[in-house]
């Protein structure tokens, strides 16, 4: 079988299922769920996908988490990765609804192309992966050794460009708690000691210090504590920040002046300070040349077109951390919004039918790119060439 037809049957297949896969995005849309509470999504794919023949092994190794495997478990081993929590107020305001609808799109054509005799040895996994939105639920699921048995992973992500090679920061998030002692403000002030006082003098040292760290840093926070009444000297002051970096490295060392601003505001107000890392950091995401370029070439055949340059914008995903595990690619394909990722406009963008063309098109990319590597087992040598060099 020629790749040519092995492509023209992934994309027979994929739009065979155009009703199906647009409906399995809208009920994700319809009942967003929070990380590591994604009950609804997680039983409706892990059910569509043992319906279509996928050995699906559910919340493996976590409660909403699952892997689904279709082919024989020797020879080349794809992993497609999907999402499918929403953030706080907003559902589904980062797409994530169709970051699944594309996953699992892209594995009906891929299952369709190894059901043919020439790649009955390569098997397909799916990754069903819980609290992309800083719950980083596929840093647990690494930890739990669910990608160990996976050769490479593609995913691709909404966004308001097409572009291949989107950078992606290496983030830690840091909870930064002063504990003083409490007084009345008008009676006593002297007895107290200010955690209020801390919390304002730590969120002044960063904001100065930022000014000094390299552009693509990111530094940023908010004030959670500030005591409960006037007339009461705050006891306990808290903040939170995420810090960011080009690598996990520079994230590092930012986090070290973070923590210097954060133990000199304890030092002149009196308070004890406690600092802990929130979740899991995430890492920087490595970008795999060789399945960019292959993903870029079949992106050209279905008329998509990519942005040369990334953006100087960029956030954070724990798919960083698969990307350091495992040859990754992360592309980002546009939709139709005038607003960006985490805005109500994204949301809203999310669910209208203008979604759908691009979405089915990164559909059949994803899984033409897979059948590249399937079709030619020395591309995997490639692939692992680029990767073992970073």
Not at 129 to 140: C, I, N, Q, R
Not at 201 to 210: D, F
Not at 293 to 303: A, D, I, K, P
Not at 313 to 318: E, R
């Amino acid at each position: 079988m020629t790749l040519e037809k092995l492509k023209e049957t992934i994309c027979q297949e994929v739009d065979k299922r155009l009703e199906t896969l647009n409906d399995i995005s809208e009920q994700i849309w319809k009942n967003p769920e929070l990380g590591f509470d994604e009950k609804f999504a997680h039983k409706l794919v892990t059910d569509f996908l043992e319906k279509e023949g996928f050995e699906v092994a559910r919340q493996t190794p976590l409660p909403t988490s699952f892997i689904a495997k279709f082919g024989k478990g020797n020879g080349i081993k794809v992993g497609i990765v999907i999402e499918y929590d929403a953030l706080p107020g907003i559902g589904h305001a980062c797409g994530h609804n169709l970051i699944t609808e594309a996953g699992i799109g892209a594995a009906l054509g891929i299952k369709a192309a190894l059901t043919l005799d020439n790649l009955c040895e390569g098997q397909l996994l799916v990754f069903g992966t819980p609290a992309e939105e800083g719950g980083g639920g596929k840093v647990l699921m690494i930890e739990k050794g669910a990608f160990d048995d996976v050769d490479f992973c593609i995913m691709a992500h909404p966004y308001v460009e097409d572009i291949i090679y989107h950078p992606e920061l290496s983030l830690e998030h840091l909870q930064i708690t002063y504990h003083g002692r409490a007084s009345h403000a008008s009676v006593a002030p002297w007895q107290g000691i200010n955690a209020l006082d801390a919390v304002v003098q730590c969120y002044n040292n960063i904001s100065m210090m930022r000014q000094q760290i390299l552009p693509d840093c990111r530094v940023h926070g908010i004030i959670t504590k500030g005591g409960e009444k006037p007339n009461i000297i705050p006891q306990v002051g808290q903040l939170e920040y995420f810090v960011r970096g080009i690598t996990d490295e520079q994230r590092d060392d930012v986090k070290k002046k973070v923590i210097g601003c954060a133990e000199a505001a304890a030092i002149a107000t009196g308070c004890k300070v406690e600092i802990k890392t929130v979740g899991h950091p995430y890492s920087n995401m490595l970008i795999n040349k060789c399945l960019a370029t292959l993903f870029e070439n079949n992106g050209f055949q279905l008329n998509l077109e990519f942005k040369e340059n990334p953006p100087n914008m960029v956030g954070s995903t724990d798919m960083g951390n698969v990307s350091h595990l495992k040859p990754s690619i992360h592309p980002m394909f546009k939709i139709p919004t005038k607003g960006p990722n985490h805005t109500k406009a994204f949301t809203e963008a999310a669910i209208k039918p203008e979604a759908q063309e691009p979405t089915i098109k990164i559909a059949k990319c994803i899984a033409m790119t897979a059948i590249d590597v399937l079709h030619d087992k020395k591309l995997l040598d490639e692939i692992y060439k680029g990767f073992n060099a970073k």
